[in-house]
């Protein structure tokens, strides 16, 4: 079963309540997961996964601080990663606050590290983004990453067998 681990930063809820329903997503089409946030990660959990999809609240067309910082420290098993499903979502207070940069910001942490990165090829390209609460749209793009990841862990796993 592929084990796929969820991290998120949320000070308002949001960005929690995204990663409950991707998590939904993943339980739906047969994953193991585990939900933490940042703060309470630990690099020995990002070795662990199959898969890892990472949510933070857009800040300054960025990913959050706490975010980074986890990136930041992954160099110490730098390598490790490779091979490995990553996916991002988001959080805004507003349509055009840089979500899609945030995004871009942790997948492209996620390519450094040499994940393979799971996108769409409806709705949110590089991942969802939900405007303030989680909506019937975000509901449904955040139930549709969860599915996706899984789904693209258990095709390369079956493929190196």
């Known amino acids: ?3 796929i681990l969820i991290i998120y930063f949320s000070k308002t809820g949001n960005t929690k309540s995204m990663a409950e ?3 939904q997503g993943v339980q739906r089409i047969g994953g193991e997961v585990k939900i933490v946030d940042v703060e309470n990660v630990i690099l020995a959990d990002l070795k662990e996964a199959d898969g890892i999809i990472v949510g933070s609240p857009t ?4 990913m959050a601080t706490p975010v980074k910082k986890l990136f930041d420290e992954s160099v110490a098993i730098h390598g490790q990663l490779a091979g490995k499903v990553g996916a991002a979502f988001t959080s805004s207070g507003f349509v055009g606050g840089g979500n899609e940069l945030a995004i871009m910001d942790i997948l492209q942490a996620m390519l450094v590290h040499g994940m393979v990165i799971q996108g769409d090829h409806k709705g949110d390209h590089f991942g969802p983004v939900c405007i303030k609460k989680v909506d019937e749209r975000g509901e449904k793009l955040c139930l549709r990453l969860g599915e996706r990841v899984v789904t693209l862990v258990k095709r390369l796993t079956s493929s190196q067998r």
């Open 21 to 23: 329903k991707v998590m």
């Open 59 to 62: 800040y300054y067309g960025s």
């Open 1 to 3: 079963m592929p084990k």
